[in-house]
């Protein structure tokens, strides 16, 4: 038996992320590009 911890969300397959959540992962993303040095882009690069 796997016990998960009370606050964690379980998502059933080929759920949607919400706004909120999908933001958040592109915004951790991001910084985590920026800690690893990594090249990044702007919003603008996406509109070439």
Not at 12 to 17: E, M, R, S, Y
Not at 32 to 41: H, K, N, Q, R, T
């Amino acid at each position: 038996v796997v016990e998960t911890p009370v606050d964690s969300v379980q998502l059933p397959d080929g759920a949607a992320l919400s706004a909120y959540q999908y933001f958040e992962n592109v915004r951790n993303f991001l910084d985590f590009i920026e800690e690893m040095g990594l090249p990044a882009f702007e919003a603008c690069d996406l509109e070439k």
